[in-house]
């Protein structure tokens, strides 16, 4: 097996750490990994503003600016090729899937996705109070002001965030629609902080089916994501061991990803993930 870092961020994400692509690339060759993906948060439709509450950081540091995008390619295909000896470096985007915006969404990836062979589709955002998106993993408020209270309770959230899932795996989004799906239960990001419920609804339990049979009739892959190990009110990855099991039962690709947005984070967790890979 190949040992693969399947998603990563890089200098070009407002909300990271700004350390520099490439010393993250150094360190994941030392760790042993052979293959490397540079997934960076491709930007937000502009007209998204409109549709958004909560604080402003969540969509002012949710996403790289258009105007990066030139740049981000320069770097990320120098590395590339400086490193095509020691590792193989694969160049892509983590896609926020927002159902409102799915045209353009497949018409930013009919642009750029030519300069890809690699693509992750996220749900970070759904609608709430107000009718408006909200963040699902910026701050413990906003999840509580515009998204939990108004559900109600944990197994309603699920709900709406499995639903969510569901759409972005059969939502067609082109020729450079992204084939994996990202951390599929990020929205148990802050359980710890609520007390949200351990185990899910027989509903939910048939949702998260209805997304693995998803994935699999459309031969996408998932991320296994190590970073709600490290968030201190989830500490289990995404999606947990018992997902990941039946994911691979069904023949699914289990992709693991650090979701690194610093040099610290590279390699996070991933010999708890490595015998689902």
């Given at each position: ?18 350390d ?9 060759i ?18 998204f503003?409109?549709?958004?509450a ?8 949710a ?64 609608k709430g ?5 909200w ?8 999840f ?18 499995f ?20 951390h599929?239960?990020?929205v ?15 509903q ?14 459309s ?59």
């Amino acid at each position: 097996m190949r040992k693969r870092e399947g998603h990563s961020h890089t200098e070009f994400c407002p909300h990271g750490s700004g350390d520099d692509v490439e010393l993250m690339i150094q360190k994941a060759i030392k760790l042993g990994f052979q293959e490397y993906s540079i997934t960076e948060h491709a930007p937000l439709p502009p007209a998204f503003k409109t549709m958004y509450a909560g604080q402003p950081t969540g969509l002012t540091e949710a996403s790289m600016a258009m105007g990066d995008l030139e740049a981000y390619f320069a770097k990320a295909n120098r590395m590339k090729a400086k490193y095509a000896q020691q590792i193989h470096i694969h160049i892509g985007f983590e896609v926020d899937f927002i159902p409102d915006f799915a045209d353009w969404t497949r018409a930013f990836l009919d642009e750029y996705g030519p300069k890809t062979d690699d693509g992750i589709l996220s749900v970070h955002f759904m609608k709430g109070r107000n009718g408006k998106y909200w963040c699902v993993d910026d701050t413990p408020e906003d999840f509580a002001t515009g998204l939990l209270e108004p559900a109600g309770d944990s197994q309603t959230i699920f709900a709406q965030y499995f639903k969510a899932v569901k759409q972005s795996v059969t939502t067609d989004l082109g020729q450079y629609g992204p084939q994996r799906i990202g951390h599929m239960t990020l929205v148990r990001k802050f359980q710890d902080h609520f007390s949200l419920d351990p185990d899910y609804s027989q509903q939910n339990q048939q949702l998260i089916q209805e997304i693995l049979k998803a994935v699999a009739d459309s031969h996408k892959q998932l991320d296994f994501n190590a970073a709600g190990l490290y968030k201190q009110d989830c500490n289990e990855p995404y999606p947990n061991f018992p997902i990941a099991t039946t994911a691979k039962k069904l023949g699914i690709p289990l992709i693991y990803g650090s979701d690194a947005h610093s040099i610290a984070e590279i390699g996070h967790g991933y010999h708890a993930l490595a015998p689902f890979l």
